[in-house]
Nanobody, 124 residues
Framework: QVQLVESGGGLVQPGGSLRLSCAAS????????IGWFRQAPGKEREGVSCINRSDGTRYYADSVKGRFTISRDNAKNTVYLQMNSLKPEDTAVYYC?????????????????WGQGTQVTVSS
């Protein structure tokens, strides 16, 4: 089993940047595909980005393409989400999740392990 802890959220002005981290313990992240998801108050959970287990293929929601970048550092057992050009509509709790499938799933159906979330607020 793997345990996930997100960090790096906070309050940022529109146009600003944040880098979220998803640190794993209990097992190596190299055995998992990882996804980032978010949920705003009163809205459904939304897939933001995900990265395959081994080949590094990445996927992004249309709403964040060109602004967000997912990356993984297996040596540090951490996955990152670099968020640039943030907009007020990016405000949400962001979660990382892990699946032992080879391929990631941006819809969030196959993830057995979830972190507790980190709040991102984009406001002036």
């Amino acid at each position: 089993q793997v345990q996930l802890v997100e960090s790096g959220g906070g309050l940022v002005q529109p146009g600003g940047s944040l880098r979220l981290s998803c640190a794993a313990s209990g097992n190596s992240l190299r055995y998992y595909a990882i996804g980032w998801f978010r949920q705003a108050p009163g809205k459904e959970r939304e897939g933001v980005s995900c990265i395959n287990r081994s080949d590094g293929t990445r996927y992004y929601a249309d709403s964040v393409k060109g602004r967000f970048t997912i990356s993984r550092d297996n040596a540090k057992n951490t996955v990152y989400l670099q968020m640039n050009s943030l907009k007020p509509e990016d405000t949400a709790v962001y979660y990382c999740a892990a699946t032992d499938n080879y391929y990631c799933d941006i819809y969030g159906y196959d993830y057995g392990y979830w972190g507790q979330g980190t709040q991102v607020t984009v406001s002036s």
